[in-house]
């Protein structure tokens, strides 16, 4: 069965989109540990970050770091933090969240819950910037 996460990419789940190319696709998380939380994945369905091929890691993270530079200049924050977990989606996935201090990156902490309005002009902030 797809993953949520391919679900999404195929358009059968609504999601507020942020960039993609022909391999990664990047959107906000619903329930972002701080605002303007967003998750890279690869367009490939894999399970594990660490058993995608050295080049395409390479590639996903020149992605995020795109990602992340629009990210710094929409949202005030002293930088944007990353996190792999992946202990809810099995669909290889990097977390790049914006962080002022140590605990704005807390997973286990009660996180935020966005109103569709807000999460939409978030991405439209993050859109604004992705060069
Ligand atoms: P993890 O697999 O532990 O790295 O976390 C998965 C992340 O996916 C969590 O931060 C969830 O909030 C996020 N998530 C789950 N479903 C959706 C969805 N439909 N749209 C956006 N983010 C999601």
């Not at 942020?18 to 605002?35: C, K, Y």
């Not at 894999?46 to 996903?60: E, N, P, Q, S």
């Not at 605990?103 to 910037?129: H, M, W, Y």
């Amino acid at each position: 069965m797809a993953s949520i996460f391919s679900r999404i990419m195929a358009g059968e789940i609504p999601c507020h989109p942020i960039a993609e190319n022909d391999e990664f696709f990047a959107f906000l998380d619903i329930n972002p540990v701080a605002t303007g939380h967003v998750l890279v994945v690869p367009k490939q369905e894999i399970d594990y970050i660490f058993d995608i091929d050295d080049d395409a890691l390479g590639r996903m993270m020149a992605f995020a770091k795109r990602v992340a530079r629009a990210q710094k200049a929409a949202i005030p924050c002293k930088r944007i933090g990353l996190t792999v977990m992946g202990l809810e989606v099995p669909h290889a996935h990097i977390h790049l969240a914006p962080i002022t201090q140590e605990s704005d990156l807390c997973f286990s902490k009660n996180k935020l819950t966005p109103s569709q309005e807000e999460l939409a002009v978030t991405a439209g902030k993050i859109r604004n910037e992705y060069k």
